[in-house]
Nanobody, 118 residues
Framework: QVQLVESGGGLVQPGGSLRLSCAAS????????MAWYRQAPGKQRELVAYITSSGNTIYADSVKGRFTISRDNAKNTVLLQTNSLKPEDTAVYYC????????????WGKGTLVTVSS
């Protein structure tokens, strides 16, 4: 059984920062990619940032230069540093990872709410 657990969400003023964390636990043999998605009210879930096992990254255009994704392979964690937050960044942020147990399966966390408001 594998679980992804996110933390770090909350209420922040425009221009502020938050650091989101996601930890994988359970029968983890290896983790391929890890990613953060978000879903705002009334909108579809969208990719925010993605990182491969070797550290290559992809970002949504809307967050480039403001968000940074990183991972600690020894701790099976992925971080999302969010800076210069805007009201339009308000959403539930979900962690996603492709994990071998050894079966290769996509796992999702339950999400953490980020609210950007004054």
């Amino acid at each position: 059984q594998v679980q992804l657990v996110e933390s770090g969400g909350g209420l922040v003023q425009p221009g502020g920062s938050l650091r989101l964390s996601c930890a994988a636990s359970g029968n983890v043999a290896s983790i391929y990619y890890m990613a953060w998605y978000r879903q705002a009210p009334g909108k579809q879930r969208e990719l925010v940032a993605y990182i491969t096992s070797s550290g290559n990254t992809i970002y949504a255009d809307s967050v480039k230069g403001r968000f940074t994704i990183s991972r600690d392979n020894a701790k099976n964690t992925v971080l999302l540093q969010t800076n210069s937050l805007k009201p339009e960044d308000t959403a539930v942020y979900y962690c996603n990872a492709q994990i071998a147990t050894p079966r290769i399966i996509d796992y999702w966390g339950k999400g953490t709410l980020v609210t950007v408001s004054s």
